[in-house]
């Protein structure tokens, strides 16, 4: 009997130490998964812990009320009284406009007054470059929003607020965390003092009143006793915001992104244990003759089981040994990247403890796990099957697949050899086939969840919104004049008078929602809806609205509910009835829509309008921005100043950089997929030079040259590729829908308009000719420098 301790250890070192090519090509593929699948939870955990480290450390908001006209500092203080109030903050925050020197373009710009910096206690705003606090004549940036403008520090623009047209010098930079950033929010943000404040509106009273509370869910009591007391002294509040200060602004999107990795991560996961079933059946297939000697000397299926079960163990531990330390760097690199994009600044580096785990949990297990079937069924071989058998699956080549390959005619013969020897063993073609061609699947879904999202927001923008230009004035002007004169414009197609304005809406139950209330003409040629459910606006409705889905989903609007809106302090409070549901993705969801006439009666106004939408006969981008300079220059003359103007190119980047972040990660995830991909077509080529040494040594001793054989082996990794290439076809179709579905789901909570990216399919064609190519070259080298001697003496 074998002493099983002792044969064992001997039986994994011997096979460890005597093939540190095959030790190698395991590790790396057990390696590849635990990479994937540890950078994505390292990343997840990073970033998740250090944005909401940062985020506390500004002390946020708990409770935000917006009073238009504006409080003074006595006011504020005098919320602390509150039971429950913990501290108080304001702000004065507006939009003007901005211009940069040398350009004539007016866009719209937020400006806020930030309290001195030694006295901020919520929303805590920190400084990022160059001076910190802007003095009279100054602007500090929010660092996200320099690049909006199109400037540096040391840089004039010209403001204007209230028809104030001021030259102010950039002299800094800060980090504001409280908001989205400018080019998701659409305009840049900068900081000024009140007496620039004062310049800009004349006043220096404050208008957004920030607190926080010492039991959260009390907030909703807090906010209304904070809107009581604000009323009692006479003042109209517009708005009551509640907020949960763990979450960050950019929460939606990092919701969306995890939730990818999570399914990424999976299907990495899926590849890399393909991988490993892949390499240990073929390794058990190359020594089925030694478990049939361990058999013939008193070995048990047992100990066989064990033997190649430490190895198995073995290879999962130097795999988690060589994938840890470059997938706790990757996955922190990958949260910094991610979140500079939501302008988040992390922690120093550190690694990541719950990622540890996993990897050691999936570098150890999971191999165990993928090995089970090859290894039992190898372990359970009798001696009679291990002397007569070629190897597991059939390696002999003589399966009906080889055979029916065998009787197709003018092939040539390097051709006609790889064709028969790519399936010779169809267990090891099949995971193989499945790992490549489920790589390519998820690159080819990937690049259509793209085209599903560009597809989707040209729909939902170009398609909703037929204008080219939106062109808002200082003052009201006359539809019945303006219109016609914009449409004299030989540049233009057509003018419509339309309504933005942000307000109040008060739903049955009491919430407060922030909203764009949106009205244009009854006949509009213009804005086309989605509608979800409902019905659209008619020229008979009185009160009727059309809400996004958005607050259908989260508010729980219904088709027949009434809301309130409030359009400003100097407007009383309506009722509309609820008619009909839509989709739209502009204002972060957050539109309404009313008939122009109706809202003209809520208003108390007749023939009036504050911005037009523009449509001109030429539609690209270039000719947008041409034909409103030369628009803008045409009203000036007419004596109508532009505040400012948006041209449907802007709209768009702002909502695409919704979910740029989320489409740059699944481009590196997807090559991710090709790599491992790679890999596995290099360990199956690689066992088939092992496998077929005496058939080399033979074709050898006949007269085989070396570029023969390198052929012949290159040719069957081509096989294996384009077969692939096909499967990932087939698979890339329905994985595509449903990745465009959870995504769209989970994104803008509904499917995406989905567009199959074809040209993915080219792609994928050059990346598995690429890969093909190279998971080649080593094992037909290997081939080609086999010597008759070594090829037949090999065991």
Do not use: C
């Given at each position: 009997?074998l ?10 070192l ?6 540190l ?32 480290t940062?985020?506390a ?13 504006g409080?003074t ?12 109030v ?12 901005y ?8 866009k719209t710009i937020e ?6 910096p030694d006295v ?8 990022a470059s ?5 003095e009279?004549g ?18 004039t ?7 104030r ?8 930079t ?23 404040l ?14 926080t ?21 006479n ?14 602004p ?5 919701t ?17 244990s393909f991988?490993?079933t892949?390499t ?5 297939a ?7 000697v ?6 048990d299926?047992?100990?066989?089981a064990?033997?190649?079960g430490?190895?198995?163990l ?6 988690t ?15 910094k ?12 580096y550190?690694?990541s ?8 949990a ?25 002397i007569?058998?070629y190897?597991l ?42 790992t ?8 080819i ?6 085209a599903s999202?560009?597809n ?7 398609g909703?919104?037929?204008?080219d ?7 009201q002007?006359r ?15 057509h ?6 304005e942000q ?9 407060q ?5 949106q ?10 809806p ?12 009185e ?7 958005k ?12 809301v ?26 957050t ?7 109706a809202l ?9 309008t504050?911005?037009?939408q523009?449509?001109y ?9 041409r ?25 768009k980047?702002?909502v695409?950089?919704l ?20 890999i ?5 080529m690689?066992?088939?030079?092992l496998?077929?040494s005496?058939?080399i ?7 085989a ?7 012949i ?12 290439f096909m ?11 449903g ?5 769209g ?9 989905f ?20 998971a ?20």
């Open positions: 009997m002493n099983s301790l002792r044969t064992i250890r001997h039986k994994t011997r096979d460890l130490w005597g093939n090519g095959r030790t190698a090509l395991v590790a790396l593929s057990i390696a590849i998964g635990v990479v994937a699948v540890g950078m994505i939870v390292a990343t997840q955990d990073i970033l998740t812990m250090d944005i909401r940062r985020y450390a500004i002390n946020p908001a708990q409770i935000e009320i917006l009073v238009p006209a409080v500092q006595d006011d504020i203080d005098g919320l602390q009284k509150i039971p429950g913990v501290d108080t903050q304001g702000r004065a925050v507006f939009n003007g406009r211009l940069n020197v040398g350009s004539t373009e007016w400006f806020i007054v930030l309290p001195e901020q206690t919520i929303n805590i705003v920190t400084p160059g001076a910190w606090y802007a009279r100054q602007v500090v940036v929010e660092r996200a929003s320099l690049g909006v403008l199109n400037a540096q520090i040391g840089d623009i010209i403001v204007d607020a209230m028809g047209e001021k030259s102010l010098q950039i002299v800094g800060a980090h504001q965390q409280d908001d989205v950033m400018a080019s998701i929010k659409g305009n840049p943000i900068v900081f000024i003092d009140s007496n620039t004062v310049q800009l509106q004349g006043h220096d009273r404050i208008n957004t009143i920030y607190l509370v010492n039991d959260p869910a009390q907030k909703s009591a807090i906010a209304n006793a904070a809107r009581d007391r604000l009323e009692r002294s003042y109209t509040v517009s708005r009551v915001t509640l907020r949960d200060p763990s979450k960050h950019a929460q939606d999107v990092l969306v992104l995890f939730l990818v990795m999570g399914i990424l991560g999976v299907l990495a996961l899926v590849l890399s991988l490993v892949d240990i059946s073929a390794l058990i190359q020594q089925i003759k030694q478990i049939g361990m058999k013939a000397i008193g070995a299926t047992w100990l066989v064990r033997a190649y430490s190895a198995v073995v290879y999962g531990f130097l795999g040994l060589l994938a840890t330390p470059i997938a706790e760097r990757a996955g922190y690199q990958l949260a990247f991610l979140a500079q994009q939501i302008n988040v600044d992390l922690l120093p550190r690694p403890h719950l990622a540890q785990i996993v990897m050691v999936v570098g150890l297990l999971v191999p165990v796990i993928a090995a089970a079937k090859p290894l039992w069924e190898g372990a359970r071989i009798t001696v009679r099957q291990a007569a058998d190897g699956g059939g390696g002999s080549g003589n399966n009906a697949l080889s055979q029916w390959l065998g009787k197709i005619r003018n092939l040539p013969r390097t051709w006609a050899l790889a064709l028969r020897n790519a399936v010779r063993v169809p267990d090891r073609l099949a995971l193989t086939l499945i490549l061609s489920l790589g390519g699947a998820i690159f879904a990937v690049l259509s969840v793209d999202f560009a989707t927001i040209d729909n939902l923008i170009e909703q919104y037929g204008m230009a939106l062109i808002a004035f200082k003052r002007q539809v019945s004049w303006v219109v016609p004169l914009v449409e004299s414009n030989p540049n233009v197609a003018a419509e008078a339309w309504y933005f307000a109040t809406m008060k739903t049955e139950s009491g919430r929602v922030q909203v764009l209330v009205a244009g003409p009854n006949d509009t040629e213009f804005y086309q989605r509608l979800q459910s409902g019905r659209w606006l008619l020229p008979t409705d009160n009727a609205i059309v809400i996004n889905r607050w259908a989903d989260e508010e729980g609007i219904q088709l027949g509910d009434t309130q809106l409030d359009l400003g302090e100097n407007y009383r409070t309506t009722d509309w009835v609820v008619v009909g549901i839509n989709q739209d993705l502009v204002q972060k969801q539109g309404v829509f009313v008939s122009f006439d003209d009666r809520a208003l108390k106004r007749t023939d009036k504050i911005t037009l523009v449509q006969k030429s539609h690209d981008a270039a000719s947008q921005k034909d409103t300079s030369d628009l803008v220059a045409m009203l000036k003359a007419n004596g109508i100043d532009v505040f400012s103007t948006q041209i449907l190119g802007d709209i980047n702002q695409t950089s979910y740029h972040i989320l489409v740059v990660f699944l481009l590196v995830m997807s090559l991710l997929t090709a790599l491992v991909g790679g596995g077509l290099m360990g199956m690689s066992i088939n030079v496998e077929r005496k058939e040594g033979v074709m050898r001793a006949i007269g040259s070396n570029s023969d054989i390198v052929k082996f290159w040719g069957e990794s081509m096989v294996v590729s384009l077969l692939s499967l990932a076809i087939i698979v890339s179709v329905p994985l595509s829908r990745m465009a579905r959870a995504v789901m989970a994104f803008i909570q509904s499917p995406l308009d567009a199959y990216a074809y040209i993915g399919i080219g792609y994928w064609l050059v990346i598995v000719i690429v890969v093909g190519t190279l080649s070259i080593a094992p037909a080298l290997n081939a080609a420098n086999l010597s008759v001697r070594q090829s037949l003496s090999y065991e």
